[in-house]
């Protein structure tokens, strides 16, 4: 156990702690995700391949229900750290608030169209004129997602039908409408349980990607009065998303512990389409183009007023600082 504990800190640029040690000195922090989501692997990865603990960390995963909830829990105190669309920190600091994006979670738009017609869709969008498409209801991502490539495509005659979050399979089976908007792993489903077809990937598209879909947040002050362990959180997660390009089982068996009610195929499906996609980010770094292209679906879907503006630039918000050591550390270690 020791000898595979040592081969993985090398692999992956860790101080190998010692067990006793680390349990001593270990600084607790509390994560707050909106959802269970496979979107977050890299938060289970962390956790699982003890990338928290190596950082002298003992890590608190919770779970608020929704975006809003997860980051009035850092805003409350309740937890450090919070894993949601990122819009939430700028729309505080739209009402004077506090908050900085230190990492990405999600670096892609990895939203997918699919339904019981397998015609490509990828160049052929007009194929959607005069077609029902299932969403989740308005300002809801897949709502705004939708309506935004309707105005950018020029679509004519399509019309969108609001589901809840969970519900497009069955609605789609039902003859409710023609095509769905999801994320993994219901588009999985939708293909390997269902004989649904996915045909449009939103993050195929050149405009769309990079994205900051879902990111890690918390506060400037949290950092500056805990420097170690907000550098800690975003070192481990470096590696965690480096380890899922790097060890595919292995970041499937943790996918399917957090998930066990999903069959293996589903899982090893959803991961897969997310590491085509560049999902999960190669280095949790966010770029401006990735801030920008999350700012415009914002403001177009109504959740932030205006952008750029002081509230919403990109230097307010995004602290590159820490994933910068993380990526150097790393790279220097190896």
Do not use: C
Not at 17 to 46: G, H, K, M, R, W
Not at 313 to 331: F, Q, R, W
């Amino acid at each position: 156990m020791l000898r595979k504990r040592t081969l993985l800190a090398s692999a992956f640029g860790l101080a190998l702690v010692p067990l006793a040690a680390a349990a001593q000195d270990e600084t607790e922090v509390t994560i707050n995700q909106a959802f269970q989501s496979l979107l977050y692997l890299p938060l289970y990865v962390a956790q699982e391949q003890g990338f928290f603990a190596a950082q002298g960390l003992k890590v608190s995963i919770q779970t608020g229900g929704g975006g809003a909830q997860s980051w009035a829990a850092v805003i409350g105190g309740s937890a450090q750290f919070s894993i949601q669309d990122p819009v939430f920190v700028p729309k505080s600091r739209e009402m004077g608030g506090d908050g900085v994006v230190v990492a990405g979670v999600q670096n892609a738009p990895t939203v997918f169209i699919f339904g019981k017609d397998d015609t490509p869709l990828q160049n052929n969008l007009a194929h959607l004129s005069g077609k029902r498409i299932i969403t989740s209801p308005e300002p809801d991502t897949t709502w705004a997602f939708m309506s935004y490539l309707i105005e950018q495509e020029g679509l004519t005659d399509v019309s969108i039908v609001n589901v809840s979050i969970g519900n497009e399979i069955p609605a789609i089976m039902a003859d409710r409408a023609d095509y769905a908007l999801a994320v993994d792993p219901q588009v999985a489903q939708a293909e390997i349980d269902n004989g649904l077809h996915a045909t449009y990937s939103f993050s195929g598209e050149q405009s769309w990607y990079p994205y900051a879909f879902s990111s890690l947040t918390t506060t400037q002050a949290y950092i500056d009065e805990n420097p170690e362990a907000a550098q800690g959180i975003v070192t481990a997660f470096e590696q965690a998303s480096r380890f899922i390009y790097a060890d595919f089982d292995r970041t499937v068996e943790i996918a399917m512990q957090y998930f066990p009610q999903l069959s293996e195929e589903v899982v090893r499906a959803s991961v897969q389409r997310e590491i085509d996609a560049k999902g999960y980010p190669e280095t949790v770094a966010v770029s401006e183009k990735a801030w920008e292209n999350n700012m415009k679906i914002s403001v177009y879907a109504g959740t932030l007023e205006e952008y750029p503006s002081e509230a919403t630039s990109y230097a307010a918000n995004v602290n590159t600082e820490l994933a910068t050591k993380a990526a150097a550390s790393l790279d220097a270690a190896n």
